[in-house]
């Protein structure tokens, strides 16, 4: 069995006491030198460093001290509104599941516990996973979120989900399309500004590049119900192209206030595209 | 102007055009985010156009359904020409041809058939006259009324070229004709046009009730006579007179006694047929004052076809439709 694998890294220093992949804030055994600290506050006399000793005036004994890795906690929010059931050249709901499965595989091959809260106007307990080590996704959850049809007309069960995060600074994949208002958006960033929060815009090239060149449709919002009669051409479809290069401007702005560029996942996810954002 | 329907209660569909202006009937797709779509004017007007078209076209076939009509009216014409009664003879003898031979109802060259002919050429040169038809064989049969419809006057006469029936008895013809004129104000010059093969006795008060009738009515009359070449002419007295065999020569004497115009034309063959004809056509007119009725219009046609304009725009945004996001 193969999953889809990407790496992740954080430009932070994990506060948790686990011993993992990513650089901590505790000292332990490591790699990272910390410091000399005396010989009395670490009895180690593996660590007794000579060149410090004899530069000392005291001649006191030193040992070194080195930074002990460390675990985060790694989630996933989903955004599971209306608006995730449209189907174009994928279903984002299938996209979602193939995120999730990644990142849980992912977050089990780096040794850290994964966490997934699936939201439309409340927490889906039900597509839920709290968080632990897991060995990648629990089964049966990633067909179940591809199943799913969303009816909700918003997304505010991910406001509530980000008091559920916990304490500890952890990774936060935050996947929607983020089809709702800015100031939403704003909220929802400053719910989630104890985390790294990586958001994941969720597009579907059928929304505003592949859309048919010439015809007369009848669209209808899943969220607000509202309707419109379009006569689509080559004019309209420019001015749509432009209205999505304008929001992703728009997006690209305010999450890099709140302090990451979003991730643009459009049609089909690419691993290596992820592993490439974190480490570029 | 009066309009009435024929079905008013197929109006009550009319309330079926409220439908298209809230149900598109178009297949509804699914759009993540219709807040991010620029706002575009011409689709909105285009959307609001098909939607009253549709309502209308709902509306134009209810009011077809219902059938509109415009009543029939009378209008008033002003004519001039000749007032012309057909007194036609549909007797049997008019179903042989004028060697006096049989030729069974639909042969072209009966004298009924010629004398149709003939007539129709007659009338359609005569575009300013009014015409009026008797047919009479036993009895009379009143066929048209004065009127400068040419066309109904010509497929009339055309009709007439079939089989006739019967017993010529050309007293109660006479008279119909007359009617035609009696109490009517003298407008224009008056003929009776008798076409007939023949003729019989007249009862002595009937031929003193008709002199009456054609004096006061100051009616020319014109005979065609379709004479078969054995049977006696006009001008001649017959050998042994008698009333009841040779009653043709009487009949010409009596209508030279009327006291108005009068001149009989022997036809025994086709081209003195024409001849006769072509003599009666040169007579002076006055113009008359008449009403005809204009049958009732049926407007329905016209919703129809209005709807079907309609259907045209809306068939062409529906083979536009998107039917799913060809992705």
């Not at chain 1, 992740?8 to 011993?19: E, K, N």
């Not at chain 1, 859309?211 to 919002?221: H, I, K, M, Y």
Request: include cysteine.
């Amino acid at each position: 069995m193969t999953f889809e694998e990407f790496h992740y890294h954080i430009p932070w220093r994990a506060l948790g006491s686990h011993p993992g992949h990513h650089t901590g804030v505790q000292s332990g055994g490591g790699f990272e030198f910390q410091g000399l600290v005396p010989f009395t506050s670490q009895p180690d006399p593996r660590y007794l460093d000579i060149r410090a000793m004899i530069a000392d005036p005291m001649q006191q004994l030193m040992v070194k001290s080195f930074r002990q890795r460390a675990t985060i906690p790694v989630y996933l929010l989903a955004d599971l509104s209306a608006s995730m059931g449209f189907v174009g050249k994928a279903a984002k709901t299938g996209l979602l599941a193939e995120l999730a499965t990644a990142v849980a595989w992912s977050a089990w091959r780096t040794g850290d516990p994964f966490g997934l809260y699936a939201c439309d106007s409340q927490i889906r307990l039900d597509l839920s996973l709290p968080l632990r080590l897991y060995k990648g996704m629990v089964s049966g959850l990633s067909e179940r979120l591809r199943a799913f049809h969303p009816k909700s007309n918003n997304a505010l069960g991910l406001l509530e989900a980000a008091t559920l995060l916990g304490r500890q600074r952890s990774l936060v994949f935050l996947v929607s399309d983020f089809h709702f208002p800015l100031s939403q958006m704003e909220e929802l960033f400053n719910s989630l500004v104890r985390h790294d929060v990586v958001p994941v815009v969720l597009w579907d090239s059928g929304e505003y590049e592949n859309l048919p060149r010439f015809g007369w449709a009848e669209v209808q919002d899943p969220e607000t119900g509202q309707r419109r009669r379009l006569f689509l051409r080559p004019g309209l479809l420019q001015r749509i192209r432009e209205r999505f290069a304008e929001r992703k401007e728009e997006l690209t702005q305010i999450c890099v206030r709140h302090g990451r560029e979003p991730f643009f996942l459009v049609d089909r996810f690419d691993p290596d595209a992820m592993t490439r954002y974190f480490y570029q | 102007m009066s309009f009435a329907f024929a079905h008013p209660w197929a109006l009550l569909l009319a309330l079926l055009a409220i439908i298209p202006l809230y149900k598109s009937g178009q297949k509804m797709l699914t759009y993540s985010c219709l807040a991010l779509l620029p706002e575009d004017n011409l689709s909105l007007w285009i959307d609001r156009g098909l939607r009253f078209l549709a309502g209308l076209a709902a509306l134009l076939l209810a009011l077809g359904i219902a059938e509109p009509y415009l009543r029939e009216q009378w209008v008033e014409k002003t004519g001039t020409g000749a007032h012309i009664v057909l007194l036609v003879d549909r007797s049997s003898s008019m179903n042989e041809n004028f060697s006096g031979t049989y030729l069974g109802g639909t042969a072209h060259e009966s004298k009924s058939a010629l004398a149709s002919k003939l007539m129709v050429e007659f009338i359609d040169r005569r575009k300013h006259d009014f015409f009026a038809l008797v047919a009479f064989s036993a009895t009379p049969i009143y066929v048209l009324p004065l009127t400068q419809d040419h066309e109904a006057v010509r497929s009339a006469v055309l009709a007439l070229g079939g089989r006739g029936h019967g017993i010529t008895n050309i007293a109660p013809g006479l008279a119909m004709a007359l009617g035609h004129f009696s109490g009517q104000p003298v407008t224009g010059s008056r003929i009776v046009l008798l076409v007939s093969d023949g003729a019989a006795r007249m009862e002595p008060e009937i031929a003193e009730a008709l002199r009456q009738q054609f004096q006061d009515n100051q009616t020319a009359l014109y005979w065609i006579y379709l004479r078969n070449p054995k049977g006696g002419k006009l001008t001649e007295a017959p050998k042994n007179p008698n009333e009841s065999t040779t009653p043709e020569y009487y009949l010409h004497q009596y209508f030279h006694s009327l006291g108005v115009p009068y001149q009989a034309f022997e036809a025994d063959n086709t081209k003195a047929l024409q001849e006769a004809i072509a003599k009666v056509e040169s007579l002076e007119n006055r113009p008359l004052t008449y009403r005809e009725k204009l049958p009732r219009q049926d407007l329905s046609g016209l919703c129809y076809g209005s709807a079907l304009i309609c259907w045209i725009g809306l068939l062409a945004f529906q083979s536009l439709e998107v039917k799913a996001w060809n992705i």
